[in-house]
């Protein structure tokens, strides 16, 4: 069993810097060739330059968003897998992250969107708080890879279903395509209404879900043991599955779905949190931010008519680990 | 000063039709290690789930009492302070994740936390000095899925003891031990009991049963048959007709030597 000796301070602050180094790097990348302290300088003093605009109006939200959405699947996809004490749970995996995006589908394209801002984020997070109840009552039984891999088959058909029903009755072909290239998760052309919608209901969310991290690191002994430690855990359980929703929920909303992030992270830092539920949803929110940030670089590097999609950059990452993922954990699928 | 007491009265209990508990009074008080013994399905568990309130009862009560309740109803209490006086050990507590022993250990502080505050010096010192009873201070950094069966289930009662309850129900403790550690075990329950906590322990081995409880209550289909000193529970006739076997009992001056020798058929 791998174990690193490392604080906790420590891991959160080589983290944070990294998430410092990776934005300013996101904030030189991108089509225009800007620079960006001058134009820093100029939103400071209210110049309208060029760079100032793309800055200020394009990179800067984007990277925002980056940062909002990575922290939450991260920190999402840690308390997934400490409440069904599975290391395979993820809200794309399982679903949770394609509820939401159907419920945003329907508002998006079948005129309600437009109607007030709220619909979108609230049939997103609706979608997501479904999906998840679900998955939690065919999955949180046991605690066996099967039953939860299963789950997630379930989950998959369900909402492969819905979003067909979708593109079925889209209203015209453009329409279509519009909802296909949504689905495959991007932050290309966010702006500051974006952040605005996401991040109050973010930070909704990760307030949640830390909030539970106590009874997160309880359950690691079961769940008959967190009653007799005094938890309630109806309500724990449902604090938490509602701070999931809200948070996948929220960033569905603004960036269609972008799988993984949450299955990867919390996998990879588990080592350095000694493997404590509480704390890796803190530092999962971190690594989530930090690796959603060097995704977006990433997919701007392809400069071309046809953007790639950051979706489908985190779903090339994330499929082949999730096979290793389920190829190491083998021996547990009793 | 009021003694601390975990009273059953009258408790019923049935699943699919079938009657696990039947009308059983049980009192536990303070200074005992009592030993809760019977053939397996006699209804040990359940009885121990209902006594921690992790299980309704059909009918019948449980109360707790000590200085600060007198005679309350186990229901009344909150989950929090309920915790703080009892504390239940399952039969099988498998960690979900590799955590060191310590941070284990410091999980059964649980009951005592405050939110929006870290670990506290009281958490600190019962963490400590869980570690130091149970002999693990030497493996407080050690992975739990490394450790042997022994090791861990002594891990899991030390996150009992850091809880600090007074109350201790545990559902065979001992069960798939070597000898060295079932020794060890039942010496940290007796060791609990003496310095004025109470334990109520589900038991298979008859013979550390009754060497090492003060008192042994005897459960056949649901109802207690026998309640009383070891010796007094522990006769050939009971094992005849509550376990179906006949076996050889002797009664030395360092405890009671049971035998099975055969099924009674």
């Known amino acids: 069993m791998l174990q690193i000796n490392i604080s906790f301070p420590q891991v959160v602050i080589i983290l944070f810097i990294a998430i ?20 820093f300088a ?33 920190m999402a996809g840690a308390a997934m897998q400490g409440l069904l004490r599975n290391p395979l749970a993820d809200p794309g995996v399982l679903g949770v992250t394609s509820g939401a995006a159907f419920g945003a589908v329907c508002v998006l394209y079948f005129g309600a969107a437009a109607t007030a801002w709220y619909w979108l984020p609230s049939a997103a997070i609706i979608g997501a708080l479904l999906s998840l109840v679900l998955v939690y009552l065919l999955a949180g039984l046991h605690s066996s890879m099967l039953a939860l891999i299963l789950a997630g088959v379930a989950m998959s058909a369900i909402t492969g279903a819905l979003i067909a029903v979708a593109l079925n009755f889209a209203p015209s072909l453009y329409a279509m395509q519009e909802i296909v290239f949504w689905l495959m998760g991007s932050l290309a052309n966010r702006h500051w209404d974006h952040v605005s919608i996401a991040l109050p209901l973010a930070i909704i969310g990760w307030l949640l879900m830390l909030s539970r991290s106590r ?15 005094g938890f309630n855990n109806h309500r724990e359980r449902g604090i938490l599955l509602f701070g999931i929703a809200i948070g996948v929920g929220a960033c569905v909303a ?45 997919v701007r590097q392809f400069d071309s008519a046809r953007e790639l999609k950051l979706g489908v950059v985190t779903s090339l990452l994330g499929g082949p680990f999730f096979l290793l993922l389920i190829l190491k954990t083998r021996s547990r699928w009793a | 000063m009021m003694t601390t007491t975990l009273s059953a009265q009258q408790v019923s209990f049935a699943r699919d039709g079938n009657l696990i508990l039947d009308n059983a009074d049980l009192t536990l008080t303070q200074g005992e290690l009592v030993g809760l013994i019977g053939p397996n399905g006699a209804g040990k568990s359940s009885l121990l789930r209902i006594m921690a309130g992790l299980q309704q009862p059909d009918s019948g009560q449980i109360y707790l009492s000590n200085e600060t309740h007198p005679q309350k109803l186990l229901n009344d209490f909150s989950g929090r302070e309920r915790a703080q006086v009892l504390a239940y050990l399952p039969q099988q507590e498998t960690p979900a994740w590799p955590l060191q022993v310590e941070h284990l250990v410091g999980l059964g502080r649980a009951p005592w ?15 400590e000095r869980a570690l130091e009873i149970t002999e693990l201070q030497s493996l407080r950094q050690r992975i739990v899925t490394t450790l042997s069966g022994g090791e861990l289930q002594r891990t899991l009662l ?108």
């Open chain 1, 215 to 229: 009874f997160l690191d309880a359950l690691s002994l079961g769940e008959e043991s967190t009653r007799s430690l």
């Open chain 2, 113 to 127: 936390h405050k939110p929006m505050s870290g670990k506290s010096e009281r958490d600190k010192q019962a963490i």
């Open chain 1, 254 to 298: 603004v960036s269609g779905s972008i799988g993984f992030i949450g299955l990867i992270v919390p996998h990879l830092l588990r080592p350095f949190v000694g493997y404590r539920p509480g704390r890796l949803m803190f530092a999962s929110a971190l690594g989530g931010a930090l690796l959603l940030v060097l995704a977006d670089i990433l």
């Open chain 1, 42 to 74: 100029d939103i400071w003093s209210g110049e309208q330059s060029l760079g100032a605009t793309i800055l200020g109006q394009i990179r800067i939200p984007r990277l925002l968003l980056a940062i909002i959405v990575g922290a939450t699947l991260g």
């Open chain 1, 20 to 39: 410092i180094a990776a934005a300013a790097l996101a904030l030189n990348s991108g089509a225009a060739d800007i620079p960006v302290l001058q134009s």
């Open chain 2, 158 to 265: 030390a996150r009992v003891f850091a809880g600090e309850p007074n109350i201790i129900l545990a559902d065979e403790p001992i069960a798939a031990l070597d000898p060295y550690h079932q020794l060890h075990m039942m010496e940290l329950l007796a060791e609990h009991a003496q310095q004025g906590g109470a334990v109520l322990a589900a038991l298979h081995d008859l013979s550390l049963a009754a060497r090492f409880c003060s008192r042994l209550v005897l459960l056949h289909r649901g109802k207690i048959v026998a309640d009383g000193q070891p010796i007094e529970v522990l006769t050939t006739e009971n094992l005849e007709q509550v376990y179906g076997i006949s076996a050889y009992v002797d009664c030395r001056d360092d405890g009671v030597v049971i035998i099975p020798r055969k099924r009674v058929v």
